[in-house]
């Protein structure tokens, strides 16, 4: 900001204005947010730490919401706009309310072949919704996956990017009133719990250790640099 | 051909239950080849790998060895291994994240060493779940164990490892949008040159990308030699590699195989491998290396499972997957499909690409349901031409990445091998096999 400040009216207190500003901080517990500082530290820039951090505060909110977007770009110093503009790029990340459980049911060549578009089309039928609804009880997201690379159990099927193996219509029923049920729970965590192990301890070599050799190199990338420019006359 | 007694080089543990921990890990043989790489120089490691002329498992084929002796020259600043797995039908590094965790780490440690870089990269697509888990416990095993972090083994050698988590989006398995993604941007592909990771990569520093299979080669290759590796294989594919087998076959799965020796015909039909087409039925067509590769016919079938063979018959082993189509496959609807999948996932920055890939999609779909007309044929063919000029193999780059060339791969192969089951999808409104 520059320049004069407006001048204040000496008048009563200004009402509290209508829209609502969002600030940062407060919306992720403190334990995740020890967790998010974790993570940020492991890379040489805060903003490589983005993607993890979405999927941290997917596993605290089932999605990613708009309060946690503004935390995280506080977080990794960039705008809340740049985050959700970079988080919209990836599938797995979700900036609208997605159910307790996501079925992803792979239609991609292999599992093309093996009965995936009838699958998915049982399972739209079965749940009462089309892909990329949520049942109504906000147990189940249903998705059209592409290939998530377990195409010798085809059809595929994931709930929240946990395996479940090869389904059929009979099964894949069975499985969604075992996940109803919480029958599931040990294997298939509850919303997009992406990673339960975490990393022990920090970064595990120094950053002044690591300053030092990357200073080393960045010595010898100037060297070579003037030796290029040597070149060129 | 036949189907040779090769040693399991990536492979070896998988039966064991217990292969991803470390003690089943120890007590294998792990990280001994990491510990006798310490005893080397970092140019004598080097050496080996390329003595084993150990070609990348990524889908380009580069050798390992060659790229690092290249880098070699230039101080490399970081290592990123490839783990996003997402080009359809392939499936071969799950398995090595899931089952043998220690393996990738170990392999990652010996190529930091070779390139003595400090800090290293593991960038796991987020679909896996298990896998993520499985790498990150390893690793805090591998940290406990003295192999990772500050003066490793004793050795004076300090190396930093994060295993870093995708999130969806096949494009982020191209090394420069891999890199981005790894920034925390969006994954878009870097325009070469100037953007090789080996020249600008990573926060704009040098920085080697290498593909989860290929470093999980290395632990044995330290402990047996590059010659040993070499002695495998035949010509420029050496070694055992991982395939990927599914579609219509009796036992889809990932078979770990010596190059050349074998053929897709043994890889299909041996009763120990993929089994045969179930019902006996008639083989139509399969894709060798992953959709972004133009199909084979029975006609090709006794090839052998080699990089330079398949490319000489006008195709790729690319990522090491292989689609078995049986008789009753529509053409039309599988090319279809893979068409769909590229027009989701280009990444929209070049035009051939993402205009390209929704019109083809679009026609594609209209015949398959019955409402093409007979020029759409040539509208076809004429549409991948302005993707791939000259629709050649390899095919020519008119745009930032190899995405947007491989579009055409699935379309050509269709219309060229069934070109009637287009013409009776267009004329009789419909799908002959239903
Ligand atoms: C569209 C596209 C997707 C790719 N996906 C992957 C992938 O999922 N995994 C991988 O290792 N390489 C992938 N590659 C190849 C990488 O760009 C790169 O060549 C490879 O990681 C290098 O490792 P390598 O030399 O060990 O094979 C892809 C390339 C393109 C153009
Ligand atoms: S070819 Fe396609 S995927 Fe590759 S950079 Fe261009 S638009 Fe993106
Ligand atoms: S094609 Fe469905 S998991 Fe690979």
Same mark, same amino acid.
């Given at each position: ?18 829209? +609502? ?19 940020? %530290?492991?890379?040489?820039?805060? +903003? ?22 503004? =935390?995280?770009? !506080? ?11 970079? %988080? ?6 979700? /900036? =609208? ?12 060549? %292999?599992?093309?072949? +093996?009965?995936?578009? =009838?699958?998915? =089309? ?14 109504? !009880? ?15 159990? %085809? ?12 389904? /059929? ?15 599931? !729970? ?9 990673? +339960? ?37 | ?32 080849? $990491? ?14 790998? @390329? ?32 783990? @996003? ?231 790729? $082993? ?41 019109? $083809? ?17 040539? $509208? ?55």
């Amino acid at each position: 900001m520059t320049g004069e400040p407006p001048p204040t009216p000496a008048a009563a207190p200004v009402p509290a204005p209508a829209v +609502r500003t969002r600030k940062a901080g407060g919306h992720l517990t403190p334990e995740v947010l020890d967790q998010a500082r974790q993570l940020i %530290a492991l890379y040489p820039e805060p +903003r490589s730490a983005l993607i993890p951090l979405c999927h941290l505060a997917q596993g605290q909110d089932g999605w990613l919401c708009p309060d946690a977007i503004v =935390e995280i770009a !506080d977080l990794v110093g960039l705008t809340p706009a740049e985050v959700r503009g970079t %988080a919209s790029f990836y599938d797995m990340l979700h /900036t =609208e309310p997605v159910g307790t459980y996501v079925v992803s049911v792979c239609t991609n060549i %292999a599992c093309l072949l +093996r009965g995936a578009e =009838e699958l998915l =089309e049982h399972a739209g039928a079965s749940l009462g919704i089309g892909v990329g609804g949520t049942t109504t !009880d906000g147990t189940i997201t249903l998705e059209e996956a592409e290939c998530l690379a377990d195409c010798d159990r %085809a059809p595929c099927v994931q709930v929240n990017h946990r395996y479940v193996g090869a389904q /059929t219509p009979e099964s894949f029923d069975r499985l969604v009133a075992d996940l109803r049920a919480g029958a599931r !729970d040990g294997e298939v965590p509850r919303h997009g719990t992406l990673i +339960r192990v975490r990393r022990s301890g920090g970064l595990r070599v120094g950053r002044d250790r690591i300053a030092a050799e990357r200073a080393a190199m960045a010595e010898a990338k100037a060297r070579r640099a003037a030796e290029a420019e040597k070149g060129d006359h | 051909m036949a189907i040779t007694e090769a040693p399991k080089i990536v492979t070896a543990r998988m039966g064991h239950p217990d292969s991803h921990t470390l003690e089943r890990y120890l007590a294998t043989g792990g990280y001994e080849g $990491l510990r006798k790489a310490l005893t080397m120089t970092p140019e004598a490691v080097a050496a080996e790998v @390329d003595a084993a002329s150990l070609l990348g498992r990524g889908g380009a084929g580069f050798p390992a060895g060659r790229k690092w002796s290249m880098l070699r020259k230039n101080p490399v600043s970081y290592l990123v291994v490839n783990g @996003d797995e997402s080009e359809p039908a392939t499936f071969k590094d799950h398995l090595l994240v899931e089952r043998d965790p220690h393996q990738l780490i170990e392999g990652v440690l010996i190529a930091a060493y070779a390139l003595q870089v400090s800090q290293a990269f593991i960038y796991l697509r987020g679909e896996f779940a298990l896998g993520l888990e499985r790498v990150q416990a390893a690793l805090n095993d591998a940290y406990d164990h003295g192999a990772v972090g500050e003066d490793i083994f004793g050795s004076g050698f300090s190396i930093d490892l994060v295993v870093h988590p995708g999130a969806g989006a096949y494009i982020c398995g191209e090394e420069t949008a891999l890199i981005e993604s790894l920034e925390g941007k969006r994954g878009f592909p870097r325009i070469k040159p100037p953007f090789f990771p080996a020249a600008i990569g990573l926060y704009g520093e040098p920085t080697v990308v290498n593909n989860v299979e290929t470093m999980s080669n290395l632990p044995w290759i330290m402990l047996h030699g590059g010659a040993a590796f070499a002695a495998l294989g035949e010509g420029k594919s050496t070694g055992t590699r991982l395939f990927a087998l599914a579609g219509h076959v009796r036992h889809p799965g990932v078979f770990e195989i010596e190059m050349v020796k074998t053929t897709f015909a043994d890889l299909i039909f041996a009763p120990v491998l993929g089994g045969g087409i179930p019902g006996d039925r008639q083989l139509k067509a399969f894709i060798p290396g992953g959709v972004s590769a133009p199909w084979f016919g029975p006609e090709q079938v006794d090839l052998p499972l080699g990089q330079d063979e398949v490319a000489g018959a006008g195709s790729m $082993l690319g990522s090491g997957s292989v689609v078995v189509m049986d008789e009753d496959t529509c053409a039309v609807r599988a090319a279809w499909r893979i068409t769909r999948f590229f027009a989701r996932e280009s990444c929209g920055q070049c035009t051939p690409c993402r205009e390209g890939s929704g019109w $083809l999609e679009r026609i594609m779909a209209r015949i398959e349901s019955g409402h093409g007309r007979e020029e759409d044929l040539d $509208l076809l063919l004429d549409a991948c031409d302005n993707i791939a000029p000259g629709l050649t193999w390899p095919p020519q780059q008119t745009t930032i990445c190899v995405l947007g060339p491989s579009i055409p791969s699935s379309i050509g192969s269709a219309i060229k091998m069934f070109r009637d089951e287009f013409l009776v999808h267009i004329k009789e409104g419909g799908c002959p096999f239903g």
